[in-house]
């Protein structure tokens, strides 16, 4: 069953305004991670948050988490047009047989220059 | 750089063929993972593979089976090819270091059965 929750599943900014995708979750976890994916490729990791982290930064992606709200939000600052994607959110729980990933359906963004 | 290569960017077959999806990586990962995509689905896990030899079912391994022969190589199979297994197939690898290991991705396999 998935657990990571994106929300808004699609959203259209211009160029140079920032972007917000907010992901919600059900149980504990380790951590929660951002990836993103172009248009039919795989996915690309951007960020890992761990559980006992509130806030994380890498370039122009700020990463904040909500533990006791079992939430997360991605924040793309001064977005250009190449940020056009597909961001998914993932939660990484303790498994019996090593972790493993549980992810959402992914919120859709679309940068117009 | 982390590699993980599948062996087909598209493939179409017919209903009923056996189909091979191949997966390798190239940076000794433990943990290997098949993964479907679906508009409106996200990713849901099919199977996953922690060693050699070695596999646990996902959330909808129902129509699948796995082959984790060697280390870098991890198979997905589709015994009997139904219409709706048509999908974006994708294959990760990470390593078991701690808590903290991200997934890597290949390019992902697009899987028409007519």
């Known amino acids: 069953s998935q657990q990571g929750e994106e929300d808004p599943q699609a959203l259209s900014i211009q160029e140079g305004e920032n972007a917000t995708m907010n992901c919600s979750y059900k149980t504990s976890i380790n951590n929660l991670q951002w990836y993103r994916q172009n248009s039919g490729r795989g996915l690309v990791h951007l960020i890992l948050?761990?559980?006992?982290?509130r806030e994380k930064h890498s370039g122009r992606l700020r990463v904040t988490l909500d533990t006791s709200k079992k939430s997360s939000s991605l924040l793309i600052t001064a977005s250009r047009a190449a940020d056009t994607a597909s961001y998914f959110c993932a939660t990484d729980a303790t498994q019996e047989y090593g972790n493993k990933l549980v992810f959402g359906a992914g919120t859709i963004l679309r940068v117009k220059s | 750089d982390v590699k993980v290569t599948q062996s087909s960017r598209y493939l179409v077959k017919r209903t009923g063929e056996k189909v091979f999806l191949e997966c390798v990586q190239d940076?000794?990962?433990?943990?290997m993972f098949w993964y479907r995509q679906d508009p409106g689905l996200g990713l849901r896990l099919i199977y996953f593979?922690?060693?050699?030899?070695?596999?646990e079912k996902g959330d909808i391994p129902e129509g699948y089976s796995v082959s984790r022969e060697k280390k870098e190589r991890f198979s997905l199979i589709l015994e009997s090819a139904s219409t709706n297994q048509t999908s974006m197939y994708l294959c990760a690898s990470r390593w078991t270091s701690g808590r903290m290991a991200t997934q890597y991705f290949g390019p992902g396999t697009r899987l028409t059965v007519l």
């Open positions: 593979s922690y060693d050699v030899k070695m596999k």
């Open positions: 940076m000794d990962h433990e943990n």
């Open positions: 948050i761990r559980s006992n982290e």
